[in-house]
């Protein structure tokens, strides 16, 4: 059979999360450095966006198809649920990361840090303190729902897969580094999950 191959860098939230599920699931890829609207990109994604997979003849963009196919394509544990609750839960979870998580604590305020689009190339301050407030109340959201070692359920699923890239991203920073620090359930997800192999081996 032909090899999974997954075109993302290593700093891409999205592509971690894929990565991190094929090597959960025992499933070994091919990693092509791959950059936003490269050719590479823009051969599969329609707006040049990564990651964006490529199985034979099957190409897939947008993280969540990708997880979805990866989990049903091939063997190993499962990590979307059959049962029709936690199934939603999943998807919930993969939903709220990629519209709000994602837009405010990564496209927001952690690349007003690493690529900001200032004159001076210094960090984005208006745009980094414009995150501040809507990162404290999703933070304290995700933290209360946090309870136990997972997002859905009592194992590992794809919305932790899906949530920790961007979590652990967060450590790297001031004030969503005091945010962690300040969210207890957050922070143990971000350790428990950091110590595994699939963490270790996707690390940024
Ligand atoms: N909804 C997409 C989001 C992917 C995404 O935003 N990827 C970023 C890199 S982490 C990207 O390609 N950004 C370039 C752009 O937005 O033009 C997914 O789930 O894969």
Same mark, same amino acid.
């Given at each position: 059979?032909?090899?999974?191959?997954?075109?993302?860098?290593?700093?891409?939230?999205?592509?971690? &999360?894929?990565?991190?599920?094929?090597? #959960?699931? +025992?499933? =070994?890829?091919?990693?092509?450095?791959?950059?936003?609207?490269? *050719?590479?990109?823009?051969?599969?994604?329609?707006?040049?966006?990564?990651?964006?997979?490529?199985?034979?003849?099957?190409?897939?963009?947008?993280?969540?198809?990708?997880?979805?196919?990866?989990?049903?394509?091939?063997?190993?544990?499962?990590?979307?649920?059959?049962?029709?609750?936690?199934?939603?839960?999943?998807?919930?979870?993969?939903?709220?990361?990629?519209?709000?998580?994602?837009?405010?604590?990564?496209?927001?305020?952690?690349? &007003?840090?690493?690529?900001?689009?200032? #004159?001076? +190339?210094? =960090?984005?301050?208006?745009?980094?303190?414009?995150?501040?407030? *809507?990162?404290?109340?999703?933070?304290?959201?995700?933290?209360?729902?946090?309870?136990?070692?997972?997002?859905?359920?009592?194992?590992?699923?794809?919305?932790?897969?899906?949530?920790?890239?961007?979590?652990?991203?967060?450590?790297?920073?001031?004030?969503?580094?005091?945010?962690?620090?300040?969210?207890?359930?957050?922070?143990?997800?971000?350790?428990?999950?950091?110590?595994?192999?699939?963490?270790?081996?996707?690390?940024?």
């Amino acid at each position: 059979m032909s090899d999974l191959i997954i075109r993302s860098v290593p700093l891409s939230n999205f592509g971690q &999360s894929v990565c991190m599920l094929a090597i #959960e699931k +025992g499933i =070994p890829y091919v990693f092509e450095k791959t950059f936003p609207h490269s *050719d590479e990109a823009n051969e599969i994604h329609p707006f040049g966006k990564i990651p964006v997979m490529k199985h034979g003849d099957v190409t897939l963009c947008e993280s969540n198809a990708i997880a979805h196919y990866i989990d049903s394509a091939f063997d190993g544990p499962k990590f979307f649920p059959k049962d029709p609750v936690l199934a939603a839960k999943v998807e919930e979870w993969i939903s709220l990361h990629v519209c709000t998580f994602d837009q405010t604590m990564i496209r927001k305020y952690v690349l &007003s840090y690493l690529f900001p689009k200032t #004159e001076n +190339g210094e =960090p984005d301050r208006a745009r980094i303190d414009g995150a501040l407030g *809507d990162m404290e109340k999703q933070l304290a959201f995700i933290d209360s729902c946090l309870t136990g070692d997972y997002f859905v359920g009592d194992t590992l699923t794809y919305a932790d897969l899906a949530m920790y890239p961007t979590l652990k991203g967060l450590v790297g920073f001031p004030e969503s580094k005091a945010m962690i620090k300040n969210s207890p359930n957050v922070s143990r997800f971000i350790s428990n999950m950091a110590s595994r192999e699939s963490a270790q081996k996707t690390k940024p």
